[in-house]
């Protein structure tokens, strides 16, 4: 094999042991509709009404917290004032700088 071949194989692994590797390091997230590959959620963003389209969402998954990712950005839709309360004021010190 050739040089050029060989540079190719080990860059190849090279790049699919550190896609593996970052895929186990994930922390668990709320649940959320499947997305796709690079674009994520996007076409899961409603234009209009959009209250009503994540409450929806919720009750589909059973959930008052919804993950989706747009394009690359995580987002957390938060559905119930029990759940911002948790999450902004009992845990807020654990999401400060």
Same mark, same amino acid.
């Given at each position: 094999? %050739?040089?050029?071949?060989?540079?190719?194989?080990?860059?190849?692994?090279?790049?699919?042991? #550190?896609?593996? @590797?970052?895929?186990?390091? #994930?922390?668990?997230?709320?649940?959320?509709?499947? &997305?796709?590959?690079?674009?994520?959620?996007?076409? =899961?963003?409603?234009?209009?009404?959009? &209250?009503?389209?994540? +409450?929806?969402? &919720?009750?589909?998954? =059973?959930? =008052? $917290?919804?993950?989706? @990712?747009?394009? &690359?950005?995580?987002?957390?839709?938060?559905? %119930?004032? +029990?759940?911002?309360? +948790?999450?902004? +004021?009992? #845990?807020? @010190? $654990?999401?400060? %700088?």
């Amino acid at each position: 094999m %050739s040089l050029l071949a060989y540079t190719s194989l080990a860059a190849l692994a090279y790049l699919l042991l #550190r896609w593996l @590797n970052k895929r186990q390091r #994930r922390l668990p997230l709320p649940p959320g509709p499947k &997305g796709y590959p690079i674009i994520g959620n996007l076409f =899961d963003m409603p234009t209009s009404f959009v &209250g009503h389209h994540f +409450e929806r969402v &919720g009750k589909q998954l =059973d959930t =008052d $917290i919804i993950y989706l @990712n747009v394009a &690359g950005t995580p987002t957390i839709i938060l559905n %119930s004032f +029990e759940a911002s309360f +948790e999450l902004m +004021e009992k #845990r807020s @010190n $654990i999401y400060a %700088s």
